[in-house]
T-cell receptor, first 113, second 118 residues
Framework: LAKTTQPISMDSYEGQEVNITCSHN???????ITWYQQFPSQGPRFIIQ???TKVTNEVASLFIPADRKSSTLSLPRVSLSDTAVYYC??????????????FGTGTRLLVSP | GAVVSQHPSRVICKSGTSVKIECRSL??????MFWYRQFPKQSLMLMAT?????????EQGVEKDKFLINHASLTLSTLTVTSAHPEDSSFYIC??????????????FGSGTRLTVV
């Protein structure tokens, strides 16, 4: 499983756009990139998943350059409730057998008023 | 969407006793579930892979005789912390994947169990 590197922490203010970048230099051809969000004393929650270029859903966007050695999670107009730890993971294709998820350090995002 | 229920959410036990944590997939079948442990301010650490109808696969450094895993049905996995000690105090989280629903991505995690051994 590809190892990931993220900033340990980030600070932002309400209403701003937050971009969290994750490096995964050893990503394999079949690996997908998935981001999870975790609040204190809760299990992680799936945010978004992608393979290349750009993916957007109702809560975030995921930008993946052509070489796929990094990815950027973009949170538009954050609010106080977005304060959480964000994890970037890479792994095998979805819906093709199980894959164990190995979590990196994650990025602790603090949103202030 | 897929829901994973984990119980109890909090448990306090005396040193030397055993504690069982349940993980259920509520609306899908899960032949494989995963158990994680998380210490304060740290990331999730994978402990073991729970396989329905067969033995669990433990990660390196995890004592299989201390952390007993049973996956007797397609919707239930249990983790039993045997002879618990204060150093076993941690946040335990399970996860599973719904492969049966088209368009479902990512894993679903339980809400976690806060174990405190006194």
């Amino acid at each position: 499983l590809a190892k990931t590197t993220q900033p340990i922490s980030m600070d932002s203010y309400e209403g701003q756009e937050v971009n969290i970048t994750c490096s995964h230099n050893n990503i394999a051809t079949n690996d997908y990139i998935t981001w999870y969000q975790q609040f204190p004393s809760q299990g992680p929650r799936f945010i978004i998943q992608g393979y290349k270029t750009k993916v957007t859903n109702e809560v975030a966007s995921l930008f993946i350059p052509a070489d796929r050695k990094s990815s950027t999670l973009s949170l538009p107009r954050v609010s106080l409730s977005d304060t959480a730890v964000y994890y970037c993971l890479v792994g095998g294709r979805p819906n093709t057998g199980f894959q164990k998820l190995v979590f990196g350090t994650g990025t602790r995002l603090l949103v202030s008023p | 969407g897929a829901v994973v229920s984990q119980h109890p959410s909090r448990v306090i036990c005396k040193s030397g006793t055993s504690v069982k944590i349940e993980c259920r997939s509520l609306d899908f079948q899960a032949t494989t579930m995963f158990w994680y442990r998380q210490f304060p301010k740290q990331s999730l650490m994978l402990m073991a892979t729970s396989n329905e109808g067969s033995k669990a696969t433990y990660e390196q450094g995890v004592e299989k005789d201390k952390f007993l895993i049973n996956h007797a049905s397609l919707t239930l996995s249990t983790l039993t912390v045997t002879s618990a000690h204060p150093e076993d105090s941690s946040f335990y989280i399970c996860s599973a994947r719904d492969y049966g629903t088209v368009g479902t991505y990512g894993y679903t995690f339980g809400s976690g169990t806060r174990l405190t051994v006194v």
